[in-house]
Every structure is written in structure tokens, then in C-alpha cells.
């Protein structure tokens, strides 16, 4: 009995000290697990430095690319595009006039009344429609049919006062934001597909012939007379509203940048072209890539699982389709390899893009002590409930280092832009204001990343120069841009004229 119970004893302080043990092995497991959480975040930091140094090798490596591109056909991952708009509006625009933004998860379709120097836009309405999923990588019909359809809804939607003149057709500004070798100002052939559309159909097609097929078949009676990008329209648009723009920027879904060249600057093997006055440059700059751009394990994995592998490696870095991926993928390695969020990985967070932009940046926007948009965000959208504050900490740490790497390298390609047109030195003389367009969703609605992005180009710039730059959001200019430059293309501007 009593050797039973000395044997019990024993057994017992075995056992607390094997207890014990487990204990003290936990937590020097879950302090180096910690560690390697820290360390993973450590050289995330690293790896996505952007010190001005290395900002000014990105800006001056975008000047480079933009020389080449202009220079040859395939002379530089940027395309540097002709767009043929080279009467930009200049406010004597009237009558009606639709247009019809494709670029991303949404498409609109609005209608303006221009009524010249006087009136400008007199009214305008528009309608947006998302795109379903299953039509991104359908066929070019099945795509075409579904934009038709709803533009003939809205046409039909017609109010007082905005109907076209009798016996005119009506006229289209079409906002197709893909890489396009335009042909004229009206038409032009789909290079490839981006953000995510796949429709192998549509490539090396006329976007335009697509589109007006498919508007036939859907009795839309409506011609094209305008093909722009959303950079295009938006620069377009800018010059109506906001005087002196010489570039326009897109930070959306995707990114591009378009700017307005001087004609006798484009080499001649871009066709016949005049050779005098200006043309707008749709450089296709989400394509830009460099040495110099400061590349991660996870933007390699990322572009390598993409749709559109090796291709894009700038927009990868910076859109809002990717931000937030971004941090998803980093979050993984976190959880696989440091248990960051328990013993096992969330099943969830292994889902590619279930973590999207908007949602990274309400997370790091959130001011809470106790960071509750972070954990009911983490809750929400990637099945992880009760995290720690050390744990949220964390999270907002690398959604601040992934969208300041994406905004500073924004700023370097801007930079590059100011300096292929020479604006980054004062120049005797000239005292008017240039103008930068600013538009899309990543832009409009990360207070963060804009920030981030307008100090770093203020940085780069320095002072003097910074005061001769503005940068200005440019609200829906892509839209209303192509309505103004189907009117300034408009069929029947030399019946009027005469
Ligand atoms: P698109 O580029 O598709 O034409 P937008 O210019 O409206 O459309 O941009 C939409 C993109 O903007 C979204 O894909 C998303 O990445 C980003 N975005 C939208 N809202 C927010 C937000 N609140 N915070 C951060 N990014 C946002
Ligand atoms: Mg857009």
C-alpha cells in the first residue's frame, strides 16, 4: 500500500515534472516560433527598401525604357503605343455623346450633354455593371454580347433632353483599358489580356469590330468614333477640367500611364503621322521592369502563378489587384513556417486573392487600440478568429510595407515621366503649373498609399521643382474623357465645320 503510494508519488512528480517540461518547451517553442515570424517580417522590410537612391535608378531605368520604346518596335518592354489622339478636347464640344469604360471588375456606361466653352458638361449620367467571373475567360462573343446588352439598357434609358439630334447616329468614346496596338482613333487590335481577363479569342482582333458586332446583334445603333485606354481618357478628360496636364496615371485594379509627347519626337517608322503639334503616348508602363525594382520571393511566386507569367512585373508591385494578395502570401509563409496563427494553417488563407486590396487597406487604415477591423477582417475573410494585438500588430506592419513599396515606386515611375518631357529642372520663363492625372480606385480610396505616394514624388522632385508639379485626382476622368474625345472625333464634324 504504501509502496503503491511512494510508487504514486513518484509517478505523480514524474509526471509534473514532465509537465513542466512541456511547458517550458512550448514556450521556448512558441518564443522561437515568434522569432521566425519576426524574422520573416524582418526581411520582408529588407527585401522592399526603397531609399531615394534606389527610386532614382527606377525613374531614371523609366526614361530609358520610354526612349526605347518610342525608338523601335519591341525596343523596350514598354510599348509606348501610338493613340492617335492629337487634337486633345479644347471645350467647344457640344451635343451627345456615349461612353463606354472597360477595364477591370466593372464596366459603366454613361452619356454626357456637352455644350461647348460656355456650358461645358451640362449633364451626365451613368450606369456601372460588374463583369461575372465566368465571362473574363469566356469566349470574345459571350463578353461582347453582355457589355452590348447592357448598353442597350441604359440607351433606352434616354431622358428629357439627352436624346441625339434627329437623323444622327449616336456616337461612343470606348474605354477599352488593355494593351492595344491602335490602328486610328477608332480602331485598333487587343495585344493581350490583363487583370485577370483571359478570352484567347479576342487577341490580334479589332476591339472595335467586336464591339460594333456585338451592338448589332443587340439593335444598338451606335458608331465608335473613339478607342482610348482609361490613361488616354483620363489625360483627355484633365485637359477639359484641369488645364496644363501632361500625364495621367491610372492606380486601379491595374496601372498605366499615358503623356502627351511632342510629335516631332516620334520616330517615323510609327507611320504616317503629323509630325508637328503633340500626340498622346499610352506607354503601357504596368509592364515595366527593372534590376532596380526591389523583387521578393513572393512577387517571384506571384507572377510565376499569374496568368500572365513574366509579364507585368511593375503593375504586379503596385495595382490593386495585387496588393493584397501580396500580404496574403506573405501571411502563409508566416503560418507555415512560424505557426503565426496556431498549429495549423487556416485553410482560407491558403485561397489565392481571397484577401483583396480594400480589405488590406481597411486594415491598415484601422486606428482602434485594440485593432478590431484587423481582427474582424481576419475573422471574415480568412477564418481566423481571436488573434492577439501582438499578432494584428504585425499584420498592419506588412500591409504598410507592401503598399509603401507599391506608392514609392508609383512615385519613381511618375518621376520618370517629368523627366522624358525635361520638367524636372526649372526652366527660365515658365511659370505654368504641370499637371499630373491622377485616377482609379487604389488611388481614390487608399488614403495611405496616396499619401505615401504624393510625399515620395515630393521627395524625389525636391522643393523648387515640387512647386511647378500638381498632382490632381482627376474623378472618373477616363469616361467623360472618351465622351469628349468621341465628340472631338465625331463623324460629323466637317458637316458642321462647313
Ligand atoms: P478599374 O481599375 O477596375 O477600372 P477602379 O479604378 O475603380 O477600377 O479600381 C478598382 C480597384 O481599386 C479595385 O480592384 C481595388 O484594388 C482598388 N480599391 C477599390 N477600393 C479600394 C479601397 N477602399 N482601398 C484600397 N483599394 C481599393
Ligand atoms: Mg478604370
Keep these: 500500500m504504501r509502496k503503491a503510494a511512494v510508487g ?19 514556450r521556448m517553442k512558441s518564443s522561437s516560433k515568434w522569432a521566425r515570424a519576426m524574422a520573416i517580417l524582418k526581411e520582408l522590410d529588407e527585401k522592399c527598401e526603397t531609399p531615394l537612391g534606389k527610386l532614382r535608378q527606377v525613374a531614371d531605368a523609366m526614361t530609358v525604357e520610354m526612349h526605347a520604346g518610342l525608338a523601335s518596335e519591341g525596343g523596350s518592354k514598354l510599348k509606348m503605343l501610338i493613340s492617335y ?7 467647344d464640344e457640344h451635343g451627345l455623346f456615349y461612353a463606354l469604360d472597360l477595364g477591370g471588375t466593372n464596366f459603366r456606361v454613361l452619356r454626357v450633354k456637352l455644350g461647348g466653352k460656355e ?9 456601372e455593371v460588374s463583369i461575372p467571373p465566368e465571362l473574363m475567360v469566356g469566349t470574345s462573343e459571350e463578353l461582347f454580347d453582355y457589355i452590348a446588352a447592357a448598353l442597350a439598357k441604359f440607351v433606352a434609358t ?29 480602331s485598333g487590335t487587343l495585344i493581350r489580356w490583363t487583370k485577370g481577363f483571359s478570352i484567347e479569342d479576342t487577341v490580334g482582333e479589332d476591339v472595335v469590330a ?37 500625364a495621367a496615371v491610372i492606380l486601379g485594379t491595374g496601372t498605366n500611364a499615358a503623356y502627351v509627347e511632342r510629335a516631332s519626337a516620334i520616330p517615323k517608322w510609327h507611320g504616317p503621322l503629323p509630325r ?7 506607354m503601357e508602363w504596368g509592364n515595366f521592369r527593372s534590376s532596380h525594382l526591389p523583387l521578393t520571393e513572393y512577387d517571384i511566386a506571384l507572377d510565376e502563378e499569374s496568368l500572365n507569367p513574366g509579364e507585368q512585373i511593375y503593375e504586379k508591385m503596385i495595382s490593386g489587384m495585387y496588393l493584397g494578395e501580396m500580404v496574403r502570401r506573405v501571411l502563409c509563409k508566416m503560418a507555415e513556417e512560424a505557426s503565426f496563427f496556431g498549429d495549423t494553417v487556416p485553410p482560407k488563407l491558403k485561397t489565392p486573392f481571397i484577401l483583396r486590396t480594400p480589405d488590406m487597406s481597411a486594415m491598415h487604415h484601422d486606428t482602434s487600440p485594440d485593432l478590431k ?7 471574415d475573410v480568412l477564418g481566423i478568429p481571436n488573434t492577439s494585438l501582438k499578432v494584428r ?46 485616377d482609379g480606385g487604389l488611388f481614390e480610396h487608399y488614403a495611405k498609399f496616396r499619401e505615401c505616394m504624393e510625399d515620395s514624388l515630393k521627395e524625389l522632385l525636391g522643393d523648387e521643382i515640387a512647386d511647378t508639379i500638381v498632382v490632381e485626382h482627376s474623378n472618373d476622368g477616363s469616361g467623360i474623357g472618351a465622351a469628349l474625345l468621341a465628340a472631338s472625333h465625331s463623324q460629323y464634324l466637317e458637316e458642321e465645320e462647313s
Design 8 to 26: 504514486a508519488t513518484v509517478i505523480c512528480a514524474a509526471a509534473v515534472c514532465a509537465a513542466a517540461a512541456v511547458v517550458v518547451r512550448q
Design 85 to 91: 489622339v492629337d487634337n486633345l478636347p479644347t471645350g
Design 119 to 127: 456650358k461645358g458638361v451640362v449633364q451626365q449620367e451613368f450606369d
Design 158 to 186: 434616354e431622358g428629357e433632353g439627352l436624346h441625339p439630334e434627329p437623323n444622327r447616329q449616336r456616337e461612343l468614346g470606348f474605354t477599352f483599358s488593355f494593351p492595344v496596338k491602335q490602328t486610328s482613333i477608332a
Design 210 to 246: 467586336e464591339l460594333t458586332k456585338a451592338m448589332k446583334r443587340k439593335g444598338v445603333d451606335m458608331r465608335v468614333t473613339a478607342l482610348v485606354n482609361d490613361t488616354v481618357g483620363t489625360l483627355a478628360g484633365g485637359r477639359y477640367t484641369k488645364g496644363n496636364v501632361i
Design 276 to 282: 508637328s503639334g503633340e500626340m498622346v503616348i499610352n
Design 373 to 379: 477591423v484587423v481582427a474582424s477582417k481576419l475573422k
Design 393 to 438: 500588430k504585425v499584420i498592419v506592419d506588412i500591409c504598410d510595407i507592401i503598399a509603401s513599396r507599391g506608392a514609392c515606386l508609383s512615385a519613381a515611375g511618375i518621376l520618370g515621366i517629368i523627366k522624358k518631357l525635361g520638367k524636372d529642372a526649372l526652366k527660365q520663363g515658365e511659370n505654368q503649373k504641370s499637371v499630373i492625372a491622377l
